[in-house]
């Protein structure tokens, strides 16, 4: 009868983690900006799973918020838009997206992992995967992020996707694990100011 229960348990607790992954697969909301305040204009529509709650960005440059809480991992998604000094070149675009280039975006943010360029919406980008440990005043947490970006006109748009959890093996597991619905929502931003 243990043997059972355990099992039962077992089956039950990964069953349980499964659904929700689906779930943030199968429930997903539409955010969009509308090009007011700090959207500089632009409007571009993110899918975000319904059960992830918002909250304004906190920042000059940060939209929104976006995160939720699974497991013992914290799963966060952060919209940011900065107005450059000027348009770059395609040309500059190009060698923004190489792997050295990637790798000179991600100077000061993290541990550099990995790094591509992709194309979402038409639109050349960037994907740099990287890791970051933080002291905080709860105690030290792991940080692991696939974080994308942008150019449209004389615009940067970095969308962030990120785990965090209270070990290093925590949060790398629950990044392996989250990667492919991350890299699918990123696979969904549109930006409808250049479909207008």
């Not at 348009?87 to 280039?101: A, I, Y």
């Not at 990637?102 to 100077?107: A, F, I, Q």
């Not at 619905?181 to 930006?191: H, I, M, P, Q, S």
Request: positive net charge.
């Amino acid at each position: 009868m243990k043997y059972f229960l355990c099992l039962f348990f077992l089956i039950s607790s990964i069953s349980y983690s499964q659904e929700r992954l689906s779930d943030s697969w199968q429930n997903i909301c539409d955010f969009k900006t509308d090009g007011s305040g700090k959207s500089l204009g632009l409007k571009i529509k993110l899918s975000i799973p319904c059960i992830w709650k918002q909250q304004d960005g906190d920042r000059p440059h940060v939209i929104k918020r976006f995160f939720h809480s699974s497991d013992s991992n914290l799963l966060a998604s952060i919209l940011t838009i900065r107005q450059m000094p000027n348009k770059p070149s395609k040309e500059d675009v190009r060698e923004m997206f190489t792997q050295s280039g990637l790798k000179e975006l991600c100077k000061g943010l993290g541990e550099f992992i990995s790094g591509r360029k992709v194309i979402i919406d038409g639109l050349d980008s960037g994907e740099i995967a990287f890791k970051v440990t933080r002291e905080h005043p709860v105690g030290t947490l792991s940080f692991y992020t696939l974080q994308y970006y942008f150019v449209y006109e004389d615009k940067m748009i970095v969308l962030s996707y990120s785990v965090n959890s209270e070990t290093d093996k925590r949060a790398k597991e629950a990044f392996e694990k989250f990667k492919t619905l991350f890299r699918g929502l990123a696979g969904k931003v549109v930006f409808i100011s250049q479909w207008e």
